[in-house]
């Protein structure tokens, strides 16, 4: 888990709001674990 200290300061070194950043760490998160349960499948 992020914490909230690390996703404020990514989002001042990226200019970003820090709402932008826990977003995208929550849907690269889904995206990650959707490819790997499909990755087990296959195999």
């Known amino acids: 888990m992020i914490k ?3 996703i ?3 989002a ?3 200019k970003v709001r ?3 950043i ?3 760490y929550v ?3 889904i995206l990650y ?3 790997f349960t499909e990755l087990l499948f296959i195999v």
């Open 18 to 20: 820090d709402r932008q």
């Open 27 to 29: 849907i690269s998160w």
């Open 33 to 35: 674990r959707g490819v």
């Open 12 to 14: 001042a070194k990226y």
């Open 4 to 6: 909230s200290g690390e």
């Open 22 to 24: 826990e977003k995208d």
């Open 8 to 10: 404020q300061s990514i």
